[in-house]
């Protein structure tokens, strides 16, 4: 495994293994008086799509990115279809669920739309769903949120918002075949307990590109769960910003990208305040040609967030040639009177050496890559805390070792 | 009785753009029971043998046969050599992160025995197994071979020797790094399998040193890419007074390293 871990400039560490062919691991810790993760944006955050230039792939934020491949998503050329996507919300009692207008105040509350795509779909959408949460509810079953694509281009907006002292968990699923973009806000009231499962489950040809927005309250608790399959361009954007100190956020992810798709994490948590925690971990398997998997983890301590504790990793595990991996974690810190701060990114191969391994032993060669990936799973989805959630992945993950090994 | 003839093997392995033969030539019945040391300089293609029999992809056979009780090995993969039967104790055991030594072990004992052996008389095989080997109990939740110290990799090679009980152990330079303590312990384990008598052991080897915890029937001495001089356990006493300068004339392979230790 490559290990890139609180160095301050690291390439390629091929420390006791080769590191596969097409993979970057590059990490950056830096004590900069300006902030070096504001600056790499070429534009300042905005809600209107008109201040973002329309990217021509060399720009920091899209260079890893296929433009060709977002169907006039960044560039205003893809319209809207009626019934492009179907969303339902199933909720337990207590909570509420509207559709509402482009001007209702409690939209972009948890943080503006920080690119092209983002500020379109900001730009175009037509309702906005908002799920509320009233303070001091504890939900015991899970807000179900389906996302289905029937084909179309479609922009949304949902906004989840739980007030003080409430507990939910929710789940939103994305199946079918879309072009979407999108904007998710989660806002938490003091004390709130979220927990939010997003899972991309599209069909092959899918293109779906979102901003989360996480404005996580005093004391609240926020756990982000990202689930990556298919598509065939995925490029989530999670972000979160703290309202209060005392406040945790979780991010973690897992994605298992396949020949041609592109899978596209970009994380930032902006410790705001002080004495807030956060925690990034994204795993992801790759298997066949021109699979690509780029993840971004932006961790930015500012001056006046004294007692921050963070910590943010990515691995990913190569399964076959042809595959890349691109990977970026960039720690930034203004203050030194922190608890704790440190990123880890590596990136390792399933290699001959290991195969010729396990099958001296008997092992078949696809039950062995199975154990292989099931391993590397298996730590990461027991932290999810949902279970049948964690069910599924790990039947899915099976479903995708059968399907192209 | 399980038989392991190797007949006239010639192998060769790519090397910078050319292609280079390794092996000239190797004829050697191992028999269960039986102890074989083949000892040899480096270079000599002793390790090659050893993975040459269990089929790694890095080296092709171009000419004669190996067979199991008659049946072609050459023919088989990887897996199933090891399911008819051979086992291979590597010098350097590869690391599989994300894989408990608990998991690896129940798979390939599934593997090898043709069933899932039953949990409850497994556990307790392990255990008392790695307890033979010195092993703390902590050693099955650790990934395979992930920051295994030198003596633990071959310790945990020992152990697969014991739980999968092979018809023929090709045992490759597994004294090679290890302290004396080390090596009496994975000797000691390599000696419980023998004295079952079901297995056929191939303990490749470049120095005399283990040799003094197992008593091998035969010697045999590699150089050049095949056995030129075979003998019983005193051959092992010449080489360790004389080295292999004797053989070295053969074939002008490396034979700067010492055989003693």
Redesign the interface.
Known sequence: ?AEAQNSPTSGIAPA??RPPVGSTTAGQIAVAAESTVATRMSAPPSFDVADFPVPHGREEEWRFTPLERLRGLHDGTAVATGEGVKVAVEAPEGVLVELVDRDDARLGRAGAPVDRVAAQAYSAFEKAGVVTVPKETVLTEPIRITVHGEGGVSYGHQVVELGAFAEAVVVIDHTGDAVLAANVDYVLGDGAKLTVVSVQDWDDKAVHVAQHNALVGRDATFKSVVVTFGGDLVRLHPRVTYAGPGAEAELFGLYFTDAGQHQEHRLLVDHNVPHCKSNVVYKGALQGEAAHAVWIGDVLIEAKAEGTDTYEMNRN?VLTDGARVDSVPNLEIETGEIVGAGHASAT?RFD???L??????????D?ARR??????F?ELVQQIGVDDIEERLLARIETELKATV | MATLEIRDLHVTVEADNATKEILKGVDLTVKQGETHAIMGPNGSGKSTLAYSLAGHPKYTVTGGTVTLDGEDVLEMSVDERARAGLFLAMQYPVEVPGVSVSNFLRTSATAVRGEAPKLRTWVKEVKEAMERLNMDASFAERNVNEGFSGGEKKRHEILQLELLRPKVAILDETDSGLDVDALRIVSEGVNRVRETGEVGTLLITHYTRILRYIKPDFVHVFSGGRIVESGGAELADKLENEGYEAYAKLDGADTKGGVSA
């Open positions: 495994m006791g293994g595990l390792g001959d050496e290991q010729f391994y396990l099958m001296a032993r008997g092992i078949p060669a039950e154990l292989v990936v099931r391993g590397f298996a």
